[in-house]
Nanobody, 123 residues
Framework: QVHLVESGGGLVQAGGSLRLSCAAS????????MGWFRQAPGKEREFVAA????????YYAGSVKGRFTISRDNTKTTVYLQMNSLKPEDTAVYYC????????????????WGQGTQVTVSS
């Protein structure tokens, strides 16, 4: 069982930046691909970014590519999402997820989920 805890969400003006963190309880954290998803009110959960277990491969949704950066520190069992040039449409609850099966883009590839952290971007 992997316990994931997100932090770093908040309220920011359009054009601003936030850095989300997701701390994992599992010592074998480096066995998991990690992903970030988000869900806005009234919308389905959508893929944001993912990173392979080694950090050697990253994947991004087209809507965030060039603005968001996913990274991980396996020594700290933590994955990060640096979000720059934020837009009001980035407003959502952001979820961290762990995949034991090499998951990337699809939510069904992920086994464990955090409770989410709210990101609100004002115009």
């Amino acid at each position: 069982q992997v316990h994931l805890v997100e932090s770093g969400g908040g309220l920011v003006q359009a054009g601003g930046s936030l850095r989300l963190s997701c701390a994992a309880s599992e010592r074998t954290f480096n066995n998991y691909n990690m992903g970030w998803f988000r869900q806005a009110p009234g919308k389905e959960r959508e893929f944001v970014a993912a990173i392979s277990w080694s950090g050697g491969s990253t994947y991004y949704a087209g809507s965030v590519k060039g603005r968001f950066t996913i990274s991980r520190d396996n020594t700290k069992t933590t994955v990060y999402l640096q979000m720059n040039s934020l837009k009001p449409e980035d407003t959502a609850v952001y979820y961290c997820a762990a995949s034991s099966a090499g998951g990337s883009y699809y939510y069904w590839e992920y086994d464990y989920w955090g409770q989410g952290t709210q990101v609100t971007v004002s115009s």
